[in-house]
């Protein structure tokens, strides 16, 4: 039922003092709502995260049982779906990382199936780059939804901690990270604009 025709529906079962009605039309269409499936789809270069992430998303460490294998190399070698544990209908897909000798960045998109998925999370170890570019163009093609996620950034506050020593602010080096990331974003935005 289209969301326009149950609206109707639950306004003329409320005229009609039938709450009942309009609570069961309310009712079946969240739940349908719920059932729906959603295929997001966990993307970005090789050795990124993006195992590690899914792991996370889905509070799970990365030794138990049904976690997304990680490494130290490349472990991810196809598309492979963790449905979350506690919403059903919302599947995870670890994708292979783009730009490898398996997956190079021109056939990525075709071997994945990159059409297939509502919805992307962008994984980035550490600054934009072009295979995120590529990422995000190709996304907002079709035109559908993603986050970019920076990972890692641990290990980037050490690093400056141990580049700083007593200047170091960790706060300071986060807000830089993130005005990178949001200058980054709003350059694509303008070139695909």
């Not at 609570?23 to 966990?42: F, S």
């Not at 990382?97 to 990525?108: K, L, S």
């Not at 190709?138 to 007593?166: P, T």
């Amino acid at each position: 039922m289209e969301s326009g025709q149950w609206a109707d529906d639950i306004k003329k079962a409320l005229e009609n003092n039938d709450r009942a009605l309009a609570v069961k039309i309310i009712q079946e269409n969240l739940d349908k709502e719920n059932n729906t499936p959603i295929n997001i789809a966990v993307t970005g270069e090789s050795g990124s995260g993006k195992s590690t992430f899914v792991n996370a998303f889905r509070g799970i460490n990365t030794g138990d049982e049904g976690a997304a294998p990680t490494g130290p190399v490349e472990t991810t070698t196809q598309a492979t779906p963790y449905p979350h544990p506690n919403y059903p209908n919302v599947t995870l897909w670890d994708l292979p990382g783009i730009g490898t000798p398996r997956f190079p960045a021109d056939n990525y998109l075709k071997l994945v199936e990159f059409e297939r998925f509502v919805f992307f999370i962008i994984i980035s170890a550490d600054r934009f780059r072009e295979n995120n570019v590529k990422l995000a163009k190709e996304i907002q093609r079709m035109k559908k939804k993603f986050y970019f996620v920076r990972s890692k950034i641990d290990n980037n506050l050490r690093d400056e901690e141990r580049c700083q020593r007593s200047k170091f602010n960790a706060e300071r080096t986060l807000q830089q990270i993130r005005d990178n990331c949001i200058q980054e974003e709003e350059r694509q935005q303008h070139r695909a604009a």
